[in-house]
């Protein structure tokens, strides 16, 4: 299973971009997806979380101005960022929870599976 992150970029504040992430591999079903960011001398935090049905969960920093969407039958989840701040400055990851065939008949999972990371960089 391999999860492939895109979209990231350089933008001016105010600016908006569409962060992608793809899962792809023997996928059995696909449960929480969500995306993490990472900033220089900063600790790592949850930017928006997305259930199988749905459901979404924010960071309140971004509440308002993200949006996290999620395709089921591409097993890709969207992260639409708009009126984007230079705190947003950060590497962006994707994340989801993943159940993946095994042998036969059996299921492994689920377990976490993490994309390689984008750079998102707001200019002041």
């Known amino acids: 299973v391999q999860l492939q992150a895109s979209g990231g970029g350089l933008v001016q504040a105010g600016g908006s971009l569409r962060l992608s992430c793809a899962a792809s591999?023997?996928?059995?079903?696909?449960?929480?997806m969500g995306w993490y960011r990472q900033a220089p001398g900063k600790e790592g935090e949850l930017v928006a979380v997305i259930n199988r049905g749905g459901i979404t969960n924010y960071a309140d920093s971004v509440k308002g101005r993200f949006t996290i969407s999620r395709d089921n039958t591409k097993n890709t989840v969207y992260l639409q960022m708009n009126s984007l701040k230079p705190e947003d400055t950060a590497v962006y990851l994707c994340?989801?929870?993943?159940?993946?065939?095994?042998?036969?008949?059996?299921?492994?999972?689920?377990?976490?599976?993490w994309g390689q990371g984008t750079q998102v960089t707001v200019s002041s």
């Open positions: 591999g023997s996928i059995v079903r696909i449960n929480d």
């Open positions: 994340k989801a929870d993943i159940v993946r065939r095994g042998k036969g008949w059996d299921t492994i999972g689920p377990d976490d599976y």
